[in-house]
């Protein structure tokens, strides 16, 4: 936990040179000491604060990584995933669904195996909240099978599954499903029932029963609310129906009870105030190993102007609180839920305490493009970047280029939100904790990822927009099209550059309702070097992915791309057609031939014979839709709204 809660962002940085005071060299190299007898260092006889030893720290440690693999190459493509699920109770006496705190318990029977020592197949991880529990491949996909692993994956999650689903009892079940749609919700919808305000998140609306019981979890809450000064505030417009409320929604206490009150909502907006609604929300993600940094510091770049499509394309969250919502993905109730800035920091009072403005919170959007690669332009970072400018200065000295070096010093904005004591005092050259700690809490759409200190793993690239899907078999479909991806960027490449500020356009866009069907995005209307020219304009999702007719002849949209990268390399014809089977179910989905997992949701409230078109999503409906989603996840259920036939084809459930 943090020394003494010394969250403050106002002390002006010093990096530890050579010629650091006695004191500071000591520390630096006769550290290990103090660990081995399990001792700390008391901040109160410190020249400096824990908050300012990590910034510096941490900087020391990134450019030990990268000076030790900068000019590493040729590895191979591996890639893993992530899948979080939702543990629930069900009550059929009741007739309701809700969510279960066994999960740490759960988590411990399947950690079992991985404790013994012996290599595992899958990898088990706790989450922000006691009902989620986290599953990956306990070794990555690629390597030497290459692109072959690519039919491994849906298996592999199927597996997971069923895992998860022997560990349970008969009154519980799990889903794969951005939002839980009572969460905070009046009434009970834990089991056990706990009351909401406790102390760690004062909210009105969860307990603190609900997280995790780490305590990282908890330190996290409780610092991201005082660091900020208030709880955060979520605020997602509330959905339109004929008989929808015209007045504020009710609150179920005293907005004023908390010791960090928010100003009432005002009406048409569903609010939310703990770091659970948004944590608390699941995903998939991807994360890949890259031949080199060159080719990782590319890709994270071109995912950047992917990561809006994806997040409509995977849209699964359209409720929040028992209400339905005008948005349909998690993702800026998660910017909310952990957005730490404080007053001076948010542009509400003039900087006195603190050393920046800064435009959002630290869950969000990418800020800056960081390849050098000869399609990027210095015009397409047109965000206004904040950055630590002294440690941009140390990262230059020390010879990264000035792209690199903004987007270190960038994340360096931020202080560490939870700093162990036994861990404070660690020597640079062989850690990379406090690097860890500064970017392991800057959530953006993608994450650039070192080299391990023992070299095992190298450059990575990790992709975080999408919402989790209801099944095994869209899950693995969407990580299939990101791997592949990757794959026609090179072979073709690629050049999806526009302007930041285009991306964050899109990223508000892929919010909206049924955004697929009904928006456009900004998108670079040449691609492939056919022609020299940056322009870009508004596609629909079907256009980006399936391709369309121009004047100039065709836009090859992603999949067509796809199809033509696999008919170019060596595979097995019955691998290559099980992909595409994959891939025409993304097209499918893009065009909007099949519905999104939101668009089911929202259609199954709105056709429940109890809903009265109020918005409300009442336990009775939430009852119905639990275990519809659980059926589907199971293989039980294939509505053809959501998946044509793609689900019955080869024999897959």
Not at 418 to 431: A, F, G, P, Q
Not at 602 to 614: I, K, P, T
């Amino acid at each position: 936990d943090l020394r003494s809660l010394q969250l403050r962002s106002s002390v002006k940085s010093s990096f530890v040179t050579k010629n650091d005071s006695p004191l500071k060299f000591f520390l630096r190299f006769h550290i290990m000491g103090f660990l081995t007898v399990g001792n700390t260092f008391a901040w109160e006889e410190s020249c400096i604060s824990p908050i300012d030893y990590v910034h510096q720290h941490g900087i020391l440690q990134f450019l030990s990584i990268w000076k030790r693999f900068k000019d590493r190459s040729k590895d191979v493509l591996k890639w893993g995933d992530e899948i979080e699920y939702i543990v629930l109770s069900l009550d059929a006496a009741n007739q309701e669904a809700k969510l279960n705190l066994r999960g740490n318990d759960i988590l411990d029977e399947l950690a079992k195996e991985e404790e013994s020592g012996e290599k595992v197949e899958f990898l088990w991880r706790p989450e922000y909240a006691r009902y989620m529990i986290e599953g990956t491949p306990g070794a990555p996909y690629g390597g030497d099978n290459g692109l072959n692993d690519l039919l491994r994956i849906e298996q592999s999650m199927k597996i997971r599954r069923e895992k998860v689903l022997s560990m349970l009892r008969d009154d519980e079940m799990i889903i794969t499903m951005s939002n839980y749609p009572l969460l905070g919700a009046s009434g009970q919808f834990l089991n056990p029932h706990h009351p909401a305000h406790g102390p760690v998140a004062l909210s009105l609306f969860t307990p603190d029963e609900i997280i995790n019981r780490h305590q990282r979890f908890k330190t996290l809450t409780q610092n991201i609310r005082i660091r900020r000064g208030s709880n955060v505030r979520i605020e997602v417009p509330l959905f339109q129906d004929s008989k929808t409320t015209k007045d504020p929604l009710p609150l179920p206490m005293d907005n004023t009870a908390s010791g960090y009150p928010n100003p009432p909502p005002g009406p048409g907006v569903i609010y939310m105030d703990s770091m659970a609604f948004g944590m608390g929300c699941c995903c998939l993600q991807m994360t890949l190993q890259c031949a080199n940094i060159d080719e990782a510091r590319y890709f994270y770049d071109q995912f950047t102007v992917l990561s809006p499509i994806m997040l409509a394309l995977t849209a699964s969250a359209p409720i929040y609180r028992g209400y339905l919502a005008d948005w349909d993905v998690r993702w800026n109730v998660i910017c909310g839920s952990v957005d730490d800035r404080t007053p001076e920091e948010r542009g509400l009072k003039p900087l006195n305490n603190s050393k920046y403005v800064i435009p959002k919170s630290r869950y969000g959007s990418v800020d800056c493009y960081i390849s050098q690669n000869p399609n990027y332009k210095s015009e397409y970072n047109d965000l206004n970047l904040v950055y630590d400018k002294e440690a941009y200065q140390h990262l230059r000295s020390e010879g990264l280029d000035e792209l690199l070096a903004k987007h270190i010093a960038h994340l360096f904005i931020r202080d560490p939100l939870v700093i162990y004591r036994d861990k404070l005092m660690i020597e640079d050259s062989m850690n990379g904790d406090h690097f860890e700690n500064i970017q392991s809490t800057n959530w953006q759409t993608v994450r650039f990822k070192l080299p391990t200190h023992d070299g095992s793993i190298g450059w990575r690239v990790e992709f975080r927009p999408c919402d989790v899907q209801f099944t095994d078999f869209e899950n693995s479909a969407y990580t299939i099209f990101i791997i592949l991806f990757t794959r026609i960027v090179n072979a073709f490449e690629l050049n999806l550059y526009i302007p930041l500020s285009k991306v964050e356009e899109n990223m508000a866009t892929a919010h909206k309702r049924d955004a697929i069907k009904q928006s456009k995005f900004f998108f670079r209307k040449y691609i492939k070097g056919e022609k020299i020219d940056d322009s870009f304009e508004q596609m629909t999702i079907d256009e980006i992915i399936n391709g369309k007719t121009t004047p100039d002849g065709r836009f090859h949209g992603l999949l067509e791309l796809m199809r033509d990268y696999l008919d170019t390399i060596h595979l097995e014809s019955s691998t290559k057609i099980q992909l595409q089977r994959y891939l025409n179910f993304i097209g499918e989905r893009a065009s909007g031939k099949l519905i999104s997992n939101s668009t089911f949701i929202r259609n199954f409230v709105e056709n429940h014979a109890s809903y009265q078109r109020d918005s409300v999503v009442t336990p009775k409906i939430n009852y119905d839709l639990m275990q519809v989603i659980a059926k589907i996840g199971n293989g039980q259920l294939a509505p053809p709204e959501l998946y044509g036939d793609y689900l019955n084809r080869n024999g897959m459930a």
